[in-house]
């Protein structure tokens, strides 16, 4: 099955800034899906990322704020930009996997 | 909301008792997977259970699926201290023509022992 590489692992950021994750598979995988987890609660869908098109945003999210890379099946990056406090989260990764989806490892931001 | 709903929300039953979790989503679905979280950390695959079967077992663990009512369940018999995790079903499918994958609000279980 595959494994997700995700960097980096946490961070504290100041507000106005950006922060860029990336995560990398060690196989192809078609589709990978960006998930925001704030404290105590499930997982959100950011968005959903192919390969060669530009990634497809849910409700309450705008590639201004989430610009999402997937240059090929093993690579894709999630960029939080001009950062305030309410962007405080867990980031997930996640792609297809044989049994079902795997997951990277999450990365753990502060806005300060 | 995108996602499903999942009750209890939370979950206390003491160490050899068996604990059940509910999951409902909106959409139609592939298949549907539930997933363990221990705090602050990594998600763990539990169990996958395709559109077209109605029971899975994997060890403690036992999920039906009724699509018609577009719901899910989780057992674990003989609870663990060990157990004690945030527990998500999660569903892939189409919604609106797009392909996604979503999670329920999750049921968050504490085993006393």
């Known amino acids: 099955s595959a494994v997700i590489s995700q960097k980096p692992s946490r961070d504290i950021c100041q507000r106005g800034t950006s922060l860029t994750i990336q995560c990398q598979v060690d196989s192809q995988v078609t589709m990978m899906f960006w998930y925001r987890q704030q404290p105590g609660q499930s997982l959100t869908l950011i968005a959903t990322a192919n390969q060669g098109s530009e990634a497809t945003y849910e409700s309450g999210f705008v590639i201004d704020k989430f610009p999402i890379s997937r240059p090929n099946l093993t690579f894709s990056t999630l960029t939080v930009s001009n950062m305030s406090p309410e962007d405080s989260s867990i980031y997930l990764c996640s792609g297809e996997a044989n049994y079902g989806y795997t997951f990277g490892s999450g990365t753990r931001l502060t806005v300060v | 909301s995108q996602q499903g709903e999942e009750d209890p929300q939370a979950l206390s039953i003491q160490e050899g008792e068996n604990a059940t979790m509910n999951c409902s989503y909106k959409?139609?679905?592939?298949?549907l997977q539930w997933y363990r979280q221990n705090s602050g950390r990594g998600l763990v695959h539990l169990i996958l259970?395709?559109?077209?079967?109605r029971e899975k077992h994997s060890g403690r663990l036992r999920v039906t699926l009724d699509t018609s009512k577009k719901s899910s369940s989780l057992l674990i018999t003989a609870s663990r201290a060990a157990d004690t995790a945030s527990y998500f079903c999660?569903?892939?499918?189409?919604?609106?023509?797009?392909?996604?994958?979503?999670f329920g609000t999750g049921t968050r279980l504490k085993v006393l022992a």
């Open positions: 999660a569903t892939d499918g189409r919604d609106s023509g797009t392909y996604k994958y979503i």
């Open positions: 259970i395709r559109s077209n079967e």
């Open positions: 959409t139609s679905i592939n298949n």
